[in-house]
Nanobody, 126 residues
Framework: QLQLVESGGGLVQPGGSLSLSCAAS????????IGWFRQAPGKEREGSSC????????NYADSVKGRFTVSRNSAKNTVYLQMNSLKPEETAVYYC???????????????????WGQGAQVTVSS
């Protein structure tokens, strides 16, 4: 059974850093594009970052560019999201998602990712 599990969420002060993990079971993540999405209270879910399958090119929303970094560890079958300089408005549930469709650049739209994790809460507050 194909499963994604996020971990690493928690409370962080404004300006701080946090790293999220997305571990896969039942399939090999290397072949999949992985997207990171977030949903703040009362808002729609939005894409923040992604990494392309079988190549590793990345793509970021303008709001996180230069602060977020997505990477893979093939040996651990895990994708990471390193988040720096976090802001209070980035408090949200963060989700990782996987998809096999291939594009020249990975997409930040939900419709290309059929497999989703359960989400991890990230709270940015002093």
């Amino acid at each position: 059974q194909l499963q994604l599990v996020e971990s690493g969420g928690g409370l962080v002060q404004p300006g701080g850093s946090l790293s999220l993990s997305c571990a896969a079971s039942g399939f090999t993540l290397d072949y999949y594009a992985i997207g990171w999405f977030r949903q703040a209270p009362g808002k729609e879910r939005e894409g923040s970052s992604c990494i392309r399958g079988s190549g590793g090119n990345t793509n970021y929303a303008d709001s996180v560019k230069g602060r977020f970094t997505v990477s893979r560890n093939s040996a651990k079958n895990t994708v990471y999201l390193q988040m720096n300089s976090l802001k209070p408005e980035e408090t949200a549930v963060y989700y990782c998602a996987a998809g096999l469709r291939v594009f020249a650049q990975c997409r930040l739209s939900e419709d290309v990712y059929p497999y989703w994790g359960q989400g991890a809460q990230v709270t940015v507050s002093s």
